[in-house]
């Protein structure tokens, strides 16, 4: 009998088994529900402002300087405009796809919380770090010395000369601060900044496709205006291989190789792709949008669509107005398209809009990186610190005993 109690009172004496939270490990997989009470953020964006977040990333850097990285990979102009033409049905299919998953999971984070979701902690926190310090920043900095040398290029057409590179290198600086502090304030802010900065960007596009029906129209009018553009655009087979130049050297078609055929191609699709880049950042904010389920979609499909047909038709513009065999080795194509049609006014106001293209892409990697960083710092990946929001100033008590919302609410 003594025996029986004493091995009751030793099993109810047993100690409790440590809870889950104590026993998984840092990067343990967790589930998705916990991401739904750490990342109640307001919502504020619309179906308008996540189409301006695409369009403003996708419409940058890369179509004023990738036309020349395509260009001299490929044996013509046509060619050319088929690279364009796969490299926006592939970012279209891997949108769509981006798309389906920000439905079914609308979370800050974007393709960390994906990859979290299938594969576990370990690869989303492998995938936060790489794009928080190394991808975004670097599409930034490329972005800023674009804008750098934009603003050269304008110097180095005037009685000054070139600007020397330490000086383009401040200059760089300078704007990718400059962008980052406007960015600091407040999320309505950035959404305001964000859809003026597609407004220029989309005046851009138009005013360089105008630019090329301008001239296809003044050469059917008179033969021998110069307002026509280059003359290769009628005098040539747009499918007709011909020599390019890259990085100083001649790439000869007709006697190259099959493989080396096909790292040319592979080089062209990779430079489109890096131009259609940014299709995936309105993920990144899934959570602070209204009714992602629908808005989403429809804003990434429109999107697609306009960037694809903006960059299809902002190309075939470059070459009606600007030589074949200058556009390979040009890196600033389209200040020298609108140079060709109207002379150097017209050169200096597209690259004051290529600047402003510039300005408005890294204003939207930093509304997009920010919040990657705030939900890599929910999960953990990233210290505490960087999950808050605005800036740790005391906030004032309201009459009614609440505390008074900081209009600095951007991310730390």
Same mark, same amino acid.
């Given at each position: 009998?003594?025996?029986?109690?004493?091995?009751?009172?030793?099993?109810?004496?047993?100690?409790?088994?440590?809870?889950?939270?104590?026993?998984?490990?840092?990067? #343990?997989?967790?589930?998705? *529900?916990?991401?739904?009470?750490?990342?109640?953020?307001?919502?504020? =964006?619309?179906?308008?402002?996540?189409?301006?977040?695409?369009?403003?990333?996708?419409?940058?850097?890369?179509?004023?300087?990738?036309?020349?990285?395509?260009?001299?990979?490929?044996?013509?102009?046509? #060619?050319?405009?088929?690279?364009?033409?796969?490299?926006?049905?592939?970012?279209?299919?891997?949108?769509?796809?981006?798309?389906?998953?920000?439905?079914?999971?609308?979370?800050?984070?974007?393709?960390?919380?994906?990859?979290?979701?299938?594969?576990?902690?370990?690869?989303?926190?492998?995938?936060?770090?790489?794009?928080?310090?190394?991808?975004?920043?670097?599409?930034?900095?490329?972005?800023?010395?674009?804008?750098?040398?934009?603003?050269?290029?304008?110097?180095?057409?005037?009685?000054?000369?070139?600007?020397?590179?330490?000086?383009?290198?401040?200059?760089?600086?300078? +704007?990718?601060?400059?962008?980052?502090?406007?960015?600091?304030?407040?999320?309505?802010?950035?959404?305001?900044?964000?859809?003026?900065?597609?407004?220029?960007?989309?005046?851009?596009?138009? =005013?360089?496709?105008?630019?090329?029906?301008?001239?296809?129209?003044?050469?059917?009018?008179?033969?021998?205006? *110069?307002?026509?553009?280059?003359?290769?655009?009628?005098?040539?087979?747009?499918?007709?291989?011909?020599?390019?130049?890259?990085?100083?050297?001649?790439?000869?078609?007709?006697?190259?190789?099959?493989?080396?055929?096909?790292?040319?191609?592979? +080089?062209?699709?990779?430079?489109?792709?890096?131009?259609?880049?940014?299709?995936?950042?309105?993920?990144?904010?899934?959570?602070?949008?209204?009714?992602?389920?629908?808005?989403?979609?429809?804003?990434?499909?429109?999107?697609?669509?306009?960037?694809?047909?903006?960059?299809?038709?902002?190309?075939?513009?470059?070459?009606?107005?600007?030589?074949?065999?200058?556009?390979?080795?040009?890196?600033?194509?389209?200040? +020298?398209?609108?140079?060709?049609?109207?002379?150097?006014? +017209?050169?200096?106001?597209?690259?004051?809009?290529?600047?402003?293209?510039?300005?408005?892409?890294?204003?939207?990697?930093?509304?997009?990186?920010?919040?990657?960083?705030?939900?890599?710092?929910?999960?953990?990946?990233?210290?505490?610190?960087?999950?808050?929001?605005?800036?740790?100033?005391?906030?004032?008590?309201?009459?009614?005993?609440?505390?008074?919302?900081?209009?600095?609410?951007?991310?730390?």
């Amino acid at each position: 009998m003594d025996i029986a109690q004493s091995s009751d009172q030793s099993e109810n004496t047993t100690p409790p088994k440590p809870s889950a939270s104590e026993t998984e490990p840092l990067l #343990a997989r967790r589930s998705s *529900s916990e991401s739904d009470t750490t990342q109640q953020l307001p919502k504020l =964006l619309t179906t308008r402002h996540a189409f301006a977040v695409l369009v403003t990333l996708q419409i940058g850097s890369g179509i004023f300087a990738s036309p020349a990285q395509v260009d001299h990979n490929v044996p013509s102009p046509g #060619a050319a405009l088929l690279v364009w033409v796969l490299g926006g049905l592939l970012s279209w299919a891997g949108a769509s796809a981006f798309a389906e998953l920000g439905a079914s999971l609308p979370l800050n984070g974007g393709m960390q919380e994906y990859l979290r979701h299938v594969f576990g902690d370990t690869i989303a926190f492998l995938m936060a770090w790489v794009y928080i310090m190394a991808v975004k920043p670097s599409a930034m900095a490329i972005q800023s010395i674009v804008i750098a040398e934009s603003i050269g290029s304008i110097s180095a057409t005037s009685a000054h000369g070139a600007l020397r590179p330490p000086l383009l290198k401040i200059i760089a600086v300078i +704007a990718f601060v400059f962008m980052v502090f406007l960015n600091s304030f407040n999320t309505k802010f950035t959404l305001r900044l964000s859809d003026s900065f597609t407004v220029f960007k989309l005046s851009t596009v138009v =005013l360089i496709v105008l630019g090329g029906l301008v001239a296809v129209i003044a050469h059917l009018a008179d033969s021998h205006t *110069s307002l026509s553009g280059s003359s290769d655009w009628y005098s040539k087979n747009w499918f007709q291989t011909r020599s390019t130049t890259s990085y100083g050297r001649t790439v000869d078609w007709t006697s190259m190789g099959a493989w080396d055929r096909y790292g040319h191609y592979c +080089a062209a699709i990779y430079g489109g792709l890096w131009a259609y880049d940014g299709w995936d950042n309105a993920n990144i904010v899934a959570s602070e949008i209204q009714d992602p389920g629908r808005a989403l979609p429809k804003a990434i499909k429109a999107a697609m669509v306009v960037v694809l047909v903006s960059f299809e038709l902002v190309n075939v513009a470059y070459y009606i107005l600007v030589p074949w065999d200058k556009l390979s080795s040009n890196n600033a194509v389209a200040v +020298a398209a609108a140079t060709s049609l109207l002379g150097r006014p +017209a050169g200096i106001a597209v690259t004051l809009l290529v600047v402003v293209s510039c300005a408005g892409s890294i204003t939207s990697n930093v509304f997009a990186v920010g919040r990657l960083t705030m939900a890599a710092s929910q999960r953990h990946y990233l210290p505490a610190f960087f999950s808050k929001r605005g800036l740790p100033m005391r906030r004032q008590p309201e009459e009614n005993g609440n505390f008074t919302s900081s209009n600095f609410d951007a991310p730390v």
